[in-house]
Protein backbone atom coordinates (compact mmCIF):
# COMPACT_ATOMS: atom_id res chain seq x y z
CA UNK A 1 0.00 0.00 0.00
CA UNK A 2 3.07 2.14 0.82
CA UNK A 3 3.72 1.77 -3.14
CA UNK A 4 0.12 2.93 -4.43
CA UNK A 5 0.09 6.78 -5.98
CA UNK A 6 -3.13 7.89 -6.78
CA UNK A 7 -3.60 10.84 -9.32
CA UNK A 8 -4.84 14.01 -8.20
CA UNK A 9 -7.51 13.74 -10.63
CA UNK A 10 -8.74 10.25 -9.50
CA UNK A 11 -12.43 10.10 -9.38
CA UNK A 12 -14.76 6.83 -8.06
CA UNK A 13 -16.92 6.11 -10.84
CA UNK A 14 -20.37 4.49 -11.73
CA UNK A 15 -22.92 4.58 -14.28
CA UNK A 16 -23.49 8.06 -15.38
CA UNK A 17 -21.75 9.30 -12.21
CA UNK A 18 -18.14 10.51 -11.33
CA UNK A 19 -17.68 11.96 -7.50
CA UNK A 20 -13.98 13.80 -7.52
CA UNK A 21 -11.63 12.73 -4.43
CA UNK A 22 -10.58 15.15 -1.66
CA UNK A 23 -6.70 15.53 -1.43
CA UNK A 24 -5.71 11.68 -0.14
CA UNK A 25 -1.73 10.80 1.20
CA UNK A 26 -1.75 8.03 -1.64
CA UNK A 27 -1.51 11.15 -4.04
CA UNK A 28 1.27 12.02 -2.34
CA UNK A 29 2.39 15.40 -1.18
CA UNK A 30 -0.02 18.16 -1.39
CA UNK A 31 2.55 20.70 -3.40
CA UNK A 32 3.04 17.67 -5.87
CA UNK A 33 -0.52 18.43 -7.19
CA UNK A 34 -0.39 21.73 -6.67
CA UNK A 35 2.83 22.14 -9.36
CA UNK A 36 2.45 25.08 -11.54
CA UNK A 37 -0.93 26.32 -10.04
CA UNK A 38 0.82 28.05 -6.83
CA UNK A 39 4.02 29.60 -5.57
CA UNK A 40 7.03 27.56 -4.69
CA UNK A 41 6.79 25.74 -1.22
CA UNK A 42 3.00 26.55 -0.80
CA UNK A 43 1.15 23.74 0.55
CA UNK A 44 -2.01 23.94 -1.83
CA UNK A 45 -3.70 25.99 -4.64
CA UNK A 46 -5.66 29.54 -3.09
CA UNK A 47 -9.12 29.47 -3.65
CA UNK A 48 -11.54 32.86 -3.94
CA UNK A 49 -14.94 33.03 -2.97
CA UNK A 50 -17.46 36.08 -2.76
CA UNK A 51 -20.28 36.48 -0.83
CA UNK A 52 -22.84 39.57 -1.50
CA UNK A 53 -25.81 40.39 0.94
CA UNK A 54 -27.80 43.29 -0.06
CA UNK A 55 -29.57 46.44 0.97
CA UNK A 56 -26.25 47.57 3.11
CA UNK A 57 -25.58 47.36 6.96
CA UNK A 58 -26.61 49.23 10.19
CA UNK A 59 -23.33 50.37 10.40
CA UNK A 60 -23.33 51.14 13.62
CA UNK A 61 -23.23 47.86 14.47
CA UNK A 62 -20.77 46.84 12.45
CA UNK A 63 -17.80 48.87 12.27
CA UNK A 64 -15.09 47.81 15.42
CA UNK A 65 -14.18 51.24 16.31
CA UNK A 66 -10.13 52.32 15.60
CA UNK A 67 -8.10 50.61 13.18
CA UNK A 68 -5.82 47.87 14.45
CA UNK A 69 -6.54 44.25 15.80
CA UNK A 70 -10.20 43.08 15.96
CA UNK A 71 -11.46 43.90 19.35
CA UNK A 72 -12.42 41.14 22.08
CA UNK A 73 -15.75 42.12 22.29
CA UNK A 74 -17.31 42.29 18.30
CA UNK A 75 -19.87 44.94 17.32
CA UNK A 76 -23.16 43.04 17.88
CA UNK A 77 -23.39 42.27 13.87
CA UNK A 78 -20.04 40.64 13.90
CA UNK A 79 -20.56 38.88 17.50
CA UNK A 80 -21.75 35.42 15.85
CA UNK A 81 -18.05 35.19 14.16
CA UNK A 82 -16.11 35.72 17.72
CA UNK A 83 -14.79 32.22 17.30
CA UNK A 84 -13.20 33.02 13.86
CA UNK A 85 -11.73 36.32 14.98
CA UNK A 86 -8.20 35.18 14.26
CA UNK A 87 -9.18 34.19 10.81
CA UNK A 88 -10.85 37.69 9.39
CA UNK A 89 -10.84 41.22 8.72
CA UNK A 90 -12.98 44.14 8.20
CA UNK A 91 -12.20 46.08 5.60
CA UNK A 92 -12.96 50.09 5.91
CA UNK A 93 -13.14 53.29 3.62
CA UNK A 94 -13.55 51.13 0.46
CA UNK A 95 -15.79 52.72 -2.12
CA UNK A 96 -17.42 51.13 -5.25
CA UNK A 97 -17.77 55.14 -7.33
CA UNK A 98 -19.37 52.80 -10.67
CA UNK A 99 -22.24 51.73 -8.24
CA UNK A 100 -22.91 55.66 -8.01
CA UNK A 101 -25.38 57.72 -10.27
CA UNK A 102 -22.67 58.94 -12.02
CA UNK A 103 -25.18 61.33 -14.38
CA UNK A 104 -27.18 58.22 -14.28
CA UNK A 105 -30.24 58.60 -11.65
CA UNK A 106 -31.83 56.66 -9.30
CA UNK A 107 -30.97 52.50 -10.06
CA UNK A 108 -28.91 52.27 -7.06
CA UNK A 109 -29.80 48.48 -6.13
CA UNK A 110 -28.76 47.42 -9.98
CA UNK A 111 -25.35 49.36 -9.86
CA UNK A 112 -24.44 47.87 -6.48
CA UNK A 113 -24.85 44.67 -7.24
CA UNK A 114 -23.28 44.94 -11.34
CA UNK A 115 -20.23 47.11 -10.08
CA UNK A 116 -19.46 45.04 -6.85
CA UNK A 117 -16.90 42.45 -8.73
CA UNK A 118 -16.39 44.70 -11.52
CA UNK A 119 -15.81 48.46 -10.86
CA UNK A 120 -17.63 49.02 -14.26
CA UNK A 121 -20.58 51.31 -14.15
CA UNK A 122 -24.10 49.59 -15.36
CA UNK A 123 -25.94 51.83 -17.92
CA UNK A 124 -29.73 52.21 -18.40
CA UNK A 125 -30.50 50.84 -21.57
CA UNK A 126 -34.04 49.04 -23.17
CA UNK A 127 -33.37 46.13 -21.26
CA UNK A 128 -31.75 44.13 -24.07
CA UNK A 129 -28.09 45.67 -24.55
CA UNK A 130 -26.85 44.63 -21.13
CA UNK A 131 -23.58 46.33 -20.25
CA UNK A 132 -21.15 45.90 -17.28
CA UNK A 133 -17.56 44.53 -16.98
CA UNK A 134 -15.74 41.26 -16.23
CA UNK A 135 -16.02 40.26 -12.60
CA UNK A 136 -12.94 39.19 -10.71
CA UNK A 137 -14.10 36.01 -10.55
CA UNK A 138 -14.20 35.82 -14.04
CA UNK A 139 -10.81 36.90 -14.66
CA UNK A 140 -9.24 34.21 -12.13
CA UNK A 141 -12.04 31.51 -13.73
CA UNK A 142 -10.49 32.38 -17.12
CA UNK A 143 -6.79 32.09 -16.48
CA UNK A 144 -6.98 29.33 -13.73
CA UNK A 145 -10.20 27.16 -15.24
CA UNK A 146 -8.52 24.66 -17.06
CA UNK A 147 -7.03 23.13 -14.33
CA UNK A 148 -10.49 22.22 -12.49
CA UNK A 149 -13.49 20.89 -13.59
CA UNK A 150 -15.73 23.61 -13.36
CA UNK A 151 -13.55 26.80 -14.32
CA UNK A 152 -16.18 28.48 -11.72
CA UNK A 153 -19.19 28.17 -9.03
CA UNK A 154 -22.57 30.75 -9.31
CA UNK A 155 -25.18 30.05 -6.58
CA UNK A 156 -27.26 31.93 -4.67
CA UNK A 157 -30.78 31.57 -2.49
CA UNK A 158 -33.35 33.61 -4.75
CA UNK A 159 -34.03 33.34 -8.43
CA UNK A 160 -33.95 37.01 -10.90
CA UNK A 161 -34.78 37.29 -13.98
CA UNK A 162 -32.10 37.90 -16.73
CA UNK A 163 -34.35 40.42 -18.81
CA UNK A 164 -36.93 42.90 -17.97
CA UNK A 165 -36.77 46.38 -15.83
CA UNK A 166 -36.54 45.88 -11.92
CA UNK A 167 -34.98 49.34 -10.64
CA UNK A 168 -35.58 52.47 -12.26
CA UNK A 169 -35.06 51.17 -15.56
CA UNK A 170 -32.28 48.81 -15.41
CA UNK A 171 -32.53 45.31 -16.27
CA UNK A 172 -33.08 43.09 -13.60
CA UNK A 173 -30.13 41.27 -14.80
CA UNK A 174 -28.21 44.04 -12.95
CA UNK A 175 -29.67 43.33 -9.52
CA UNK A 176 -29.64 39.79 -9.56
CA UNK A 177 -26.24 38.81 -11.30
CA UNK A 178 -22.76 39.68 -9.58
CA UNK A 179 -20.40 37.20 -11.82
CA UNK A 180 -19.80 38.54 -15.36
CA UNK A 181 -17.74 37.10 -17.77
CA UNK A 182 -17.52 39.54 -19.86
CA UNK A 183 -19.03 43.19 -20.57
CA UNK A 184 -21.99 41.66 -21.83
CA UNK A 185 -22.14 38.00 -20.90
CA UNK A 186 -23.67 38.07 -16.97
CA UNK A 187 -23.67 34.50 -15.61
CA UNK A 188 -26.94 33.33 -13.94
CA UNK A 189 -26.74 31.53 -10.94
CA UNK A 190 -28.43 28.17 -9.79
CA UNK A 191 -30.72 28.34 -6.62
CA UNK A 192 -31.66 24.72 -6.25
CA UNK A 193 -29.10 22.70 -4.88
CA UNK A 194 -29.95 19.79 -6.53
CA UNK A 195 -28.97 20.99 -10.02
CA UNK A 196 -25.35 22.43 -7.71
CA UNK A 197 -24.55 18.98 -6.51
CA UNK A 198 -25.46 17.35 -9.87
CA UNK A 199 -22.79 19.61 -11.60
CA UNK A 200 -19.94 18.87 -9.30
CA UNK A 201 -20.75 15.32 -8.93
CA UNK A 202 -23.00 14.08 -11.76
CA UNK A 203 -22.01 13.08 -14.97
CA UNK A 204 -23.23 11.32 -17.70
CA UNK A 205 -26.49 11.99 -19.99
CA UNK A 206 -29.89 13.51 -19.04
CA UNK A 207 -31.54 10.28 -19.50
CA UNK A 208 -29.10 8.88 -17.18
CA UNK A 209 -29.63 11.58 -14.77
CA UNK A 210 -33.33 11.17 -14.86
CA UNK A 211 -33.13 6.96 -14.80
CA UNK A 212 -31.22 7.20 -11.49
CA UNK A 213 -33.94 9.73 -10.09
CA UNK A 214 -36.57 7.41 -10.98
CA UNK A 215 -34.71 4.65 -8.70
CA UNK A 216 -33.73 6.81 -6.07
CA UNK A 217 -30.33 5.85 -5.60
CA UNK A 218 -27.69 8.60 -4.52
CA UNK A 219 -24.39 8.85 -6.36
CA UNK A 220 -22.95 6.99 -3.60
CA UNK A 221 -24.93 3.76 -4.34
CA UNK A 222 -23.79 4.05 -8.22
CA UNK A 223 -20.23 4.02 -7.83
CA UNK A 224 -19.94 1.63 -4.48
CA UNK A 225 -18.23 -1.01 -6.22
CA UNK A 226 -15.11 1.56 -7.22
CA UNK A 227 -15.49 2.70 -3.84
CA UNK A 228 -14.80 -0.93 -1.84
CA UNK A 229 -12.04 -1.09 -4.62
CA UNK A 230 -9.85 1.50 -3.68
CA UNK A 231 -10.96 1.53 -0.36
CA UNK A 232 -9.15 -1.83 0.30
CA UNK A 233 -5.87 -0.20 -1.63
CA UNK A 234 -5.73 2.75 0.96
CA UNK A 235 -4.06 3.26 4.22
CA UNK A 236 -6.22 3.87 7.67
CA UNK A 237 -5.58 7.51 7.52
CA UNK A 238 -6.84 7.91 3.84
CA UNK A 239 -9.44 5.60 4.74
CA UNK A 240 -10.55 7.69 7.26
CA UNK A 241 -10.52 10.71 5.37
CA UNK A 242 -12.28 9.03 2.77
CA UNK A 243 -15.04 7.73 4.74
CA UNK A 244 -15.51 10.91 6.11
CA UNK A 245 -15.89 12.90 2.63
CA UNK A 246 -18.20 10.66 1.18
CA UNK A 247 -20.48 10.76 4.73
CA UNK A 248 -20.88 14.69 3.77
CA UNK A 249 -22.12 13.83 0.45
CA UNK A 250 -24.37 11.32 1.63
CA UNK A 251 -25.71 13.73 4.23
CA UNK A 252 -26.07 16.60 1.10
CA UNK A 253 -28.34 14.14 -0.89
CA UNK A 254 -30.27 13.79 2.37
CA UNK A 255 -30.67 17.12 3.70
CA UNK A 256 -31.69 18.11 -0.30
CA UNK A 257 -33.64 14.88 -0.55
CA UNK A 258 -35.76 15.62 2.50
CA UNK A 259 -36.12 19.21 1.16
CA UNK A 260 -37.11 17.84 -1.94
CA UNK A 261 -40.46 16.56 -0.04
CA UNK A 262 -41.48 19.13 2.03
CA UNK A 263 -44.53 21.58 1.09
CA UNK A 264 -43.82 24.79 -0.10
CA UNK A 265 -43.96 27.74 2.02
CA UNK A 266 -46.77 29.89 1.94
CA UNK A 267 -45.71 33.31 1.75
CA UNK A 268 -47.26 37.16 3.13
CA UNK A 269 -49.11 38.29 0.54
CA UNK A 270 -47.07 40.70 -2.36
CA UNK A 271 -43.84 39.27 -1.77
CA UNK A 272 -42.44 36.65 -4.14
CA UNK A 273 -41.07 33.41 -2.13
CA UNK A 274 -37.44 32.36 -3.82
CA UNK A 275 -37.10 29.38 -5.44
CA UNK A 276 -35.47 26.49 -3.95
CA UNK A 277 -35.65 23.27 -2.50
CA UNK A 278 -35.41 23.81 0.93
CA UNK A 279 -38.29 24.50 3.13
CA UNK A 280 -36.07 27.32 5.35
CA UNK A 281 -34.09 30.63 4.17
CA UNK A 282 -31.13 29.41 6.62
CA UNK A 283 -30.96 25.39 5.08
CA UNK A 284 -31.12 26.95 1.66
CA UNK A 285 -27.93 29.03 3.28
CA UNK A 286 -26.10 26.22 4.38
CA UNK A 287 -27.17 23.64 1.89
CA UNK A 288 -25.19 26.10 -0.60
CA UNK A 289 -22.17 26.62 1.72
CA UNK A 290 -22.00 23.09 2.34
CA UNK A 291 -21.68 22.71 -1.37
CA UNK A 292 -19.22 25.63 -2.26
CA UNK A 293 -16.86 23.53 0.60
CA UNK A 294 -16.94 20.54 -1.18
CA UNK A 295 -16.44 22.09 -4.46
CA UNK A 296 -13.13 23.44 -2.78
CA UNK A 297 -12.17 20.32 -1.13
CA UNK A 298 -12.82 18.12 -4.35
CA UNK A 299 -10.93 21.06 -6.52
CA UNK A 300 -13.34 20.81 -8.68
CA UNK A 301 -13.54 24.60 -9.00
CA UNK A 302 -11.55 27.38 -7.06
CA UNK A 303 -13.84 30.49 -7.98
CA UNK A 304 -17.30 30.46 -6.19
CA UNK A 305 -19.73 33.39 -5.85
CA UNK A 306 -22.52 33.58 -3.59
CA UNK A 307 -25.63 35.97 -3.78
CA UNK A 308 -27.00 35.55 -0.49
CA UNK A 309 -29.69 37.36 -1.36
CA UNK A 310 -30.47 39.29 -4.51
CA UNK A 311 -29.94 43.52 -4.36
CA UNK A 312 -33.18 45.14 -3.09
CA UNK A 313 -34.51 42.21 -1.92
CA UNK A 314 -37.64 42.79 -0.08
CA UNK A 315 -37.46 39.50 1.73
CA UNK A 316 -38.92 39.14 5.39
CA UNK A 317 -37.47 37.56 8.04
CA UNK A 318 -40.59 36.13 10.30
CA UNK A 319 -37.99 33.22 11.62
CA UNK A 320 -35.98 35.85 13.20
CA UNK A 321 -39.26 38.07 14.14
CA UNK A 322 -38.68 40.62 11.43
CA UNK A 323 -41.89 40.57 9.18
CA UNK A 324 -41.21 43.55 7.13
CA UNK A 325 -39.37 43.25 3.66
CA UNK A 326 -35.60 43.94 3.98
CA UNK A 327 -35.83 47.02 1.61
CA UNK A 328 -38.51 48.57 2.88
CA UNK A 329 -36.26 47.98 6.61
CA UNK A 330 -33.44 49.94 4.82
CA UNK A 331 -35.45 53.30 4.41
CA UNK A 332 -35.43 53.44 7.83
CA UNK A 333 -35.46 57.00 7.90
CA UNK A 334 -33.37 57.39 11.25
CA UNK A 335 -35.87 54.81 13.03
CA UNK A 336 -34.33 53.13 15.70
CA UNK A 337 -36.88 50.19 15.68
CA UNK A 338 -35.91 49.71 12.46
CA UNK A 339 -32.40 49.84 12.45
CA UNK A 340 -32.93 47.51 14.85
CA UNK A 341 -34.78 44.95 12.51
CA UNK A 342 -32.15 45.81 10.54
CA UNK A 343 -29.41 44.60 12.32
CA UNK A 344 -31.25 41.34 13.06
CA UNK A 345 -31.30 40.50 9.92
CA UNK A 346 -27.37 41.72 8.94
CA UNK A 347 -26.70 39.25 12.07
CA UNK A 348 -28.43 36.38 10.78
CA UNK A 349 -26.58 37.05 7.47
CA UNK A 350 -22.67 36.72 9.38
CA UNK A 351 -24.34 33.83 11.75
CA UNK A 352 -23.96 32.21 8.17
CA UNK A 353 -20.91 33.36 7.04
CA UNK A 354 -19.47 32.18 10.43
CA UNK A 355 -20.92 28.07 9.63
CA UNK A 356 -18.96 28.58 6.37
CA UNK A 357 -16.32 29.31 8.23
CA UNK A 358 -16.52 26.37 10.27
CA UNK A 359 -16.95 24.58 7.77
CA UNK A 360 -13.87 25.68 5.87
CA UNK A 361 -12.31 25.01 9.71
CA UNK A 362 -12.73 21.67 10.07
CA UNK A 363 -11.77 20.26 6.85
CA UNK A 364 -8.35 18.93 7.12
CA UNK A 365 -5.77 19.75 4.15
CA UNK A 366 -2.09 18.82 4.25
CA UNK A 367 -0.57 20.81 7.05
CA UNK A 368 -3.53 23.21 7.83
CA UNK A 369 -6.98 23.34 7.35
CA UNK A 370 -9.52 24.51 3.54
CA UNK A 371 -9.91 28.20 5.24
CA UNK A 372 -5.86 28.36 5.70
CA UNK A 373 -5.97 27.49 1.57
CA UNK A 374 -8.96 30.23 1.07
CA UNK A 375 -9.93 33.82 0.51
CA UNK A 376 -13.50 34.83 1.13
CA UNK A 377 -14.79 38.13 0.68
CA UNK A 378 -18.15 39.33 2.04
CA UNK A 379 -20.21 42.33 1.63
CA UNK A 380 -22.34 44.63 0.23
CA UNK A 381 -22.22 47.13 -2.25
CA UNK A 382 -24.23 49.54 -0.51
CA UNK A 383 -23.62 51.24 2.81
CA UNK A 384 -26.45 52.66 4.32
CA UNK A 385 -29.24 51.32 3.11
CA UNK A 386 -31.15 54.52 3.84
CA UNK A 387 -28.79 56.67 2.04
CA UNK A 388 -27.88 54.40 -1.26
CA UNK A 389 -24.33 55.27 -0.44
CA UNK A 390 -21.38 53.16 -1.78
CA UNK A 391 -18.72 54.59 -0.04
CA UNK A 392 -17.53 52.83 3.39
CA UNK A 393 -18.97 49.82 2.24
CA UNK A 394 -19.07 47.09 4.86
CA UNK A 395 -16.46 44.37 3.79
CA UNK A 396 -14.93 41.82 5.32
CA UNK A 397 -12.09 39.30 3.84
CA UNK A 398 -11.81 36.07 5.75
CA UNK A 399 -9.38 32.97 5.48
CA UNK A 400 -5.41 33.20 4.99
CA UNK A 401 -4.98 33.16 1.51
CA UNK A 402 -1.96 30.41 1.56
CA UNK A 403 0.26 32.53 4.00
CA UNK A 404 -0.51 36.12 1.89
CA UNK A 405 -3.33 37.41 4.35
CA UNK A 406 -2.47 38.98 7.72
CA UNK A 407 -6.24 38.61 9.37
CA UNK A 408 -7.84 39.38 12.84
CA UNK A 409 -7.55 43.58 12.14
CA UNK A 410 -9.52 46.22 11.24
CA UNK A 411 -8.13 48.22 8.25
CA UNK A 412 -9.22 51.50 7.89
CA UNK A 413 -8.31 52.97 4.05
CA UNK A 414 -8.30 56.73 2.98
CA UNK A 415 -11.65 57.35 2.06
CA UNK A 416 -12.31 56.76 -2.19
CA UNK A 417 -9.86 53.56 -2.18
CA UNK A 418 -11.61 51.62 -4.90
CA UNK A 419 -13.11 48.23 -4.03
CA UNK A 420 -11.59 46.88 -6.78
CA UNK A 421 -8.25 47.32 -5.06
CA UNK A 422 -8.97 44.66 -3.23
CA UNK A 423 -10.15 42.40 -5.86
CA UNK A 424 -6.67 43.26 -7.28
CA UNK A 425 -4.76 42.35 -4.24
CA UNK A 426 -6.58 38.87 -4.32
CA UNK A 427 -5.83 37.76 -7.82
CA UNK A 428 -1.85 38.48 -7.37
CA UNK A 429 -2.33 36.33 -4.18
CA UNK A 430 -3.68 33.83 -7.05
CA UNK A 431 -0.69 33.94 -8.65
CA UNK A 432 -2.36 36.17 -11.27
CA UNK A 433 -0.55 38.88 -11.76
CA UNK A 434 -3.20 41.58 -12.76
CA UNK A 435 -1.92 45.18 -12.94
CA UNK A 436 -5.59 46.86 -13.74
CA UNK A 437 -9.57 45.43 -13.17
CA UNK A 438 -12.10 47.88 -13.56
CA UNK A 439 -11.55 51.20 -11.61
CA UNK A 440 -8.85 50.14 -9.60
CA UNK A 441 -5.41 52.22 -8.65
CA UNK A 442 -3.41 49.44 -7.16
CA UNK A 443 -3.33 47.26 -4.85
CA UNK A 444 -4.35 47.21 -0.82
CA UNK A 445 -1.07 47.63 1.40
CA UNK A 446 -1.08 45.95 4.87
CA UNK A 447 -4.40 43.17 4.56
Not at 300 to 317: C, D, M, Q
Not at 353 to 366: H, K, P, W
Amino acid sequence: MSKLLLSRRSALRGLGTVIALPWLEAMGPLTSWARGATPAGQAAPNRMAFLYVPNGKNMADWRPGQAGPLPQKLPAILEPLADHRDHFSILTGLTADKARANGDGAGDHARALSAFLTGCQARKTDGTDIRAGISVDQVAAARIGERTRLPSLEVGTEAGSMAGNCDSGYSCVYSSTMAWRSATQPLPKEVNPKLVFERIFGSGSQAERARRDARRKSVLDLVRDDFSDLNGKLGRGDQRKLDEYLSAVRDLERRIEQAARLPEIQTPEGVVQPKGVPDTYEQHIRLMMDLMVLAFQTDSTRVATFVIANEGSNKPYPFIDVREGHHDLSHHGNSDEKKAKIARINRFHTTQLAYLLGRLRSVREGDGTLLDHCMVAYGSGNSDGNAHNHDDLPILLAGHGCGTLKPGHHRVFAKETPLNNLWLSMLNRMELPTVQLGDSTGELAGI
